[in-house]
C-alpha cells in the first residue's frame, strides 16, 4: 500500500514538474483522437505516420535549434531566407562538380554558419535589435538566392541514387531518415540546453542579462554563437528539404518561417525569454503538421487548416497563460508564508 502511495506521489510530483509538457502531449493527443473519430480508416493506415515523418522535419528542425534563440529573449526571421541559401549552395556546387559530393553539403552548410555569425555580429557589435536586424538579413539572402537564380529552380533529380541522397533523406527500417535526423538533433539540442553549461547560459541571458553579465557570462559571445548554430541548422533543413524534392526552388523555406516560430510558441517558450524545452518544440510542430495531415483526410478543405491552426495555438497559449499565472500565485503565496514565519520566529 505504501509503495502505491510512493509512486502515486511520484507521478504528481513529475506531472507537476513539467506540467507545460504534459499540457502540449494532452493537445497533441486530443488532435489525433478527433481526427481518428473523423476518418478511422486513414489514422490506422501506417502510411498517415510515416507521410508525417517524411515532412513534419522541414518544420521541426529549425525550430528546434530557433528555441535556443528565442529563449535568449531575441528573435530570428531570416532563416527562412537561409533555408535557400544552404542548399543553393550545395545545389551550385553539385552542378559544378558534376555529382553529389559531400563536399556540396559541407559549403552549403558552411554558407549558413556564415549567415547566423552575421545575424550575430548585427545584433551584439552594432546594437540592431534583432526582430529589425533579421528582417534586413532576410531580404538580403532571399535576394542573393534569387539574383543567383534568376528566380528559376535547379533540378536534382539525377543525384537520387547517391549515397548523400540514401544518407540524408533515404529510408531506414521503414522510416524516413530525415525523421531520425531530426530525432538526433532534438536529443542533442536538449542535452545542450540541459546537461551543458552553455545551454545554462542561454537561460541566464533569458531570464536576465544584467544578471548573467555581473556574474561574468559572455553574453555576446554566447548570443553570437547561438545564432551560428540556428544559421547552420536552418540550413541544413534547407538541404535536406531540398533532397526530398529532388528540386532546389528559390523560394524556399518562406512557408517554415510562421510554422517553425509556431511550433517554438506552441511548445511552451514565450518570446519574453528565459524559458523553453526541445520536447515542447518538438511535440508543437508535430501538432502542426499533424494538423495540415488530418484536416485534408478528414475530407474537409483546405482553407480550415489555418483556421485549426488559429484555434490551436491560442488554447495551447491561454494553457500555458493559466499554468504561468498559478506558479506566480503559488510564489507568492510561499514567499509570504516564509516571510511571516520569519517576523514570528524574530519576535
Known amino acids: ?6 509512486e502515486l506521489k511520484g507521478v504528481r510530483g513529475i506531472i507537476s514538474d513539467y506540467k507545460l509538457q504534459v499540457v502540449i502531449t494532452a493537445i497533441f493527443f486530443a488532435i489525433w483522437f478527433a481526427f481518428y473519430v473523423l476518418n478511422p480508416s486513414a489514422f490506422t493506415n501506417p502510411f498517415t505516420y510515416t507521410s508525417l515523418m517524411s515532412i513534419s522535419p522541414y518544420t521541426i528542425i529549425p525550430a528546434i535549434s530557433l528555441t535556443l534563440v528565442i529563449i535568449t529573449g531575441e528573435i530570428d526571421l531570416s532563416f527562412s531566407s537561409i533555408m535557400a ?24 552548410l558552411l554558407a549558413g554558419l556564415g549567415a547566423g555569425l552575421f545575424n550575430g555580429i548585427l545584433i551584439t557589435k552594432l546594437g540592431i535589435p534583432s526582430l529589425i536586424a533579421t528582417i534586413g538579413t532576410t531580404f538580403l539572402w532571399r535576394g ?16 537520387r541514387d547517391s549515397m548523400v541522397f540514401s544518407a540524408l ?13 531530426t530525432i538526433g538533433l532534438a536529443i542533442i539540442f536538449w542535452l545542450i540546453l ?33 545564432y551560428a548554430i540556428h544559421g547552420l541548422i536552418a540550413a541544413f533543413a ?54 495540415e495531415m488530418g484536416v485534408l483526410t478528414s475530407g474537409v478543405t483546405g482553407f480550415w487548416i489555418r483556421l485549426v491552426h488559429g484555434v490551436v495555438i491560442i488554447v495551447a497559449l491561454a494553457a500555458q497563460g493559466i499554468l504561468r499565472r498559478r506558479e506566480i500565485i503559488r510564489a507568492r503565496v510561499m514567499r509570504l508564508i ?6 514570528q520566529s524574530t519576535s
Do not use: C
Open 1 to 6: 500500500m505504501m509503495t502505491a502511495i510512493h
Open 85 to 108: 541559401l544552404g542548399p543553393l549552395i550545395m545545389a551550385m556546387t553539385w552542378q559544378a562538380q558534376g555529382e553529389a559530393s559531400l563536399l556540396g553539403v559541407i559549403l552549403g
Open 144 to 159: 542573393v538566392v534569387l539574383v543567383a537564380t534568376q528566380g528559376f529552380s535547379i533540378p536534382l533529380g539525377q543525384y
Open 169 to 181: 533523406v533515404g529510408w531506414l527500417g521503414g522510416i524516413p531518415v530525415q525523421f531520425l535526423w
Open 194 to 226: 540541459n546537461r551543458h553549461r552553455f545551454g545554462a547560459y542561454i537561460y541566464y541571458i533569458g531570464d536576465n542579462r544584467v544578471a548573467a553579465q555581473m556574474v561574468g557570462i559572455n553574453v555576446d559571445r554566447v548570443l553570437i554563437s547561438v
Open 238 to 291: 534547407g538541404i535536406i528539404n531540398t533532397l526530398g524534392m529532388a528540386t532546389f526552388w528559390p523560394t524556399l523555406g518562406d512557408i517554415y518561417m510562421l510554422k517553425s516560430v509556431s511550433s517554438v510558441v506552441i511548445g511552451g517558450t514565450p518570446v519574453t525569454g528565459g524559458l523553453g524545452t526541445i520536447y515542447g518544440t518538438f511535440i508543437g510542430g508535430l501538432i502542426l503538421e499533424f494538423i
Open 338 to 343: 516564509t516571510t511571516q514565519a520569519t517576523q
